[in-house]
């Protein structure tokens, strides 16, 4: 039984997936979540988000929203949640040094 390779770097993933950047946040998003969506975006290397990337983008968006709202009441399974976004995204330490960058 064969195995599927596994891309080695983000050039990789993106030029299997030929996928362009995501860009602007949903037309429908509130003032709140596009500063929120271009916070993320501002913190990030251009092209980090592609668009396969855009629905957990939106969603740590609405997440990042509600801990802001109400971090006392914002619950466990929405911490985690959040974490895992920001860990799928490469957004902690811990995520990102298995990171390649090809020059």
Same mark, same amino acid.
């Given at each position: 039984?064969?195995?599927?390779?596994?891309?080695?770097?983000?050039?990789?993933?993106?030029?299997?997936?030929?996928?362009?950047?995501?860009?602007?946040?949903?037309?429908?998003?509130?003032?709140?979540?596009?500063?929120?969506?271009?916070?993320?975006?501002?913190?990030?290397? #251009?092209?980090?988000?592609?668009? @396969? $990337?855009?629905?957990?983008?939106? +969603? *740590?968006?609405? &997440? =990042?929203?509600?801990?802001? #709202?109400?971090?006392?009441?914002? @619950? $466990?399974?929405?911490?985690?949640? +959040? *974490?895992?976004? &920001? =860990?799928?995204?490469?957004?902690?330490?811990?995520?990102?040094?298995?990171?390649?960058?090809?020059?």
């Amino acid at each position: 039984m064969s195995s599927t390779k596994k891309p080695s770097s983000i050039t990789n993933i993106q030029d299997k997936l030929n996928n362009s950047a995501v860009d602007k946040p949903p037309e429908h998003f509130t003032e709140d979540l596009k500063d929120i969506w271009n916070d993320i975006k501002t913190k990030c290397e #251009d092209g980090v988000f592609i668009k @396969s $990337d855009y629905f957990i983008l939106v +969603m *740590l968006c609405h &997440l =990042i929203k509600q801990f802001d #709202d109400d971090p006392v009441h914002f @619950s $466990d399974g929405k911490h985690e949640c +959040m *974490l895992n976004c &920001l =860990i799928q995204c490469g957004l902690t330490p811990k995520s990102r040094k298995d990171i390649v960058i090809e020059k």
